[in-house]
């Protein structure tokens, strides 16, 4: 006959067993390139979902409305971000119910991103998500950022993914508080060719966002002119040490 002790442990054990946690994400979305700009803040992001390495999804959406100030755009795994959008949606409607004549920032929802990011880290079960949130309240812009585990910090322009490593360069660059809409449209342009031509995950379908003190405008997906006759991309290991 088993002791008490024994029991308890072996209960335990098996309801161990039975709770998992996610591993490893599934369906992602690759980079999102954002910048402020003269009136307001600009948001890029392709519309490619890949499962693993295959480009599977051609048609997600991964830049949403975010109240009535705010704008989100998401890298990483797409079923978390929809749980974000819903954790959000929760939080605007919540807002708008005290009809106070009041309603949440960018500022606000950031630092709540930051709460739920960390909160979720701590219990070993992230949501696996980078994300970039931008909007205009009162006249001022704000843009940052939230990682998985959550580091935040705000900035002039922001990338996330591949493209904080290939579109960050030409950012810094070209940046400058007075872009006109017309030069933000072209530098993001830029930006996601470049990474359309390095990342296999990124898709030529694209939506860029833009936000202003009049509200939120989501462009129709579109593709960009791009070329592929340069040398490199004709014959990419020639000068490589080692053959197959």
Request: hydrophobic residues 35%.
């Amino acid at each position: 006959m088993e002791s008490n002790s024994e029991t308890k442990q072996h209960t335990l054990l098996s309801s161990e067993s039975g709770f998992q946690r996610t591993q490893y994400p599934y369906v992602t979305g690759s980079s999102v390139v954002a910048l402020k700009y003269k009136d307001g803040i600009l948001m890029a992001a392709d519309m490619g979902g890949s499962y693993g390495s295959t480009l599977r999804y051609k048609s997600l959406e991964r830049i949403k409305p975010v109240g009535k100030h705010s704008i989100i755009g998401a890298s990483g795994e797409i079923s978390d971000f929809q749980e974000i959008m819903r954790y959000l949606d929760e939080q605007v409607l919540n807002d708008n119910m005290w009809d106070d004549g009041n309603s949440l920032g960018p500022k606000e929802i950031h630092s709540y991103l930051t709460r739920v990011m960390y909160n979720r880290r701590n219990k070993f079960d992230p949501l696996w998500n980078t994300l970039i949130l931008g909007g205009v309240k009162k006249g001022q812009k704000f843009l940052g950022m939230v990682t998985m585990i959550g580091v935040n910090f705000e900035e002039n322009h922001i990338a996330t993914g591949f493209g904080n490593h290939m579109a960050q360069p030409l950012l810094r660059a070209e940046w400058h508080e007075n872009l006109t809409f017309e030069e933000g449209v072209t530098l993001l342009e830029k930006c996601m060719r470049v990474l359309l031509y390095r990342d296999r995950s990124a898709v030529n379908k694209f939506q860029i966002a833009k936000i202003t003190e009049e509200g939120v405008t989501v462009s129709q997906p579109y593709a960009l002119k791009t070329f592929w006759g340069f040398k490199a991309f004709e014959n990419p290991t020639a000068g490589a040490e080692g053959s197959w």
